[in-house]
């Protein structure tokens, strides 16, 4: 069988880093998309190669239409012979804020990266996945998006976004074998909750501590395989009992 193809966006760091070392060890060839941290996407790539995996970068901006087009157009268009089997939409931004002292920038660039992504990016690859009857799309959400949360009017709004289209389209192509879930991870240790105390705020998850990037790339890694392949338009929490 050919080698199959998964497209990771956010990769070069957190969870989408963890997501590609995951699904190159099962043997995918990786795409890793980021938007500034050469060195850090540089660095992921080569732990995968070192371990016998394969992968290559491609930089653009996923809330960039233009980029997207032009970067992820351009890799489609040179390889007409390699379709992406897997997306997963992972990158992700926060700009926190009490709505009320919100600029409209932090609303734009917040939705713009985390919502308008999904659809840039989705896409471009879908209709050779309907083509296909073959894909599988996996969207990083959180539960923000669930629940709610104040100071993160902007990003809820996002990734609750995100959730309903993740539901609508599984909807939408389902017949053609393709299939889009998401996952919505609670508390995990990345850059982007490094500045949260840890210490008092696991007390609030049922298992007592932060997740790992690790423990959510195993459920994407399932979500990407054939052992889910009966499950579409679902949210899977990976929040250690957070809320469900
Ligand atoms: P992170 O450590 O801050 O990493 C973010 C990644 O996204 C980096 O690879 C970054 O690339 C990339 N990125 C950001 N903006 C981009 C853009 N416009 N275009 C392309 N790439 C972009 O974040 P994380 O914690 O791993 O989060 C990953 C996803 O999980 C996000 O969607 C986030 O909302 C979601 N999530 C995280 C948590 C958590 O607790 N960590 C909880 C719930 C949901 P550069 O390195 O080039 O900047």
Known sequence: MMEQIALITGASRGIGRAVSIKLAAEGYHVLMNYRSNQQEAEAALKEIEQAGGSGELLCFDVGSAAEVERVLGGWLQAHPERPIDVLVNNAGITKDNLMVFMPVEDWASVLNTNLNSFFFVTRMLLQTMLLRRQGRIINMVSLSGQKGQSGQVNYAATKGGVI????????????????????APGFIKTEMTEHFDEAGMKRMVPLN?????EEVAEVVAFLASEKSSYITGEVISVNGGLYS
Request: hydrophobic share 45%; aromatic share 4%; no cysteine.
């Open 164 to 183: 309903a289209a993740t539901k609508s389209l599984a909807m939408e192509v389902g017949k053609k074998n393709v299939r889009v879930n998401a996952v």
């Open 209 to 213: 501590r932060f997740g790992r990037p």
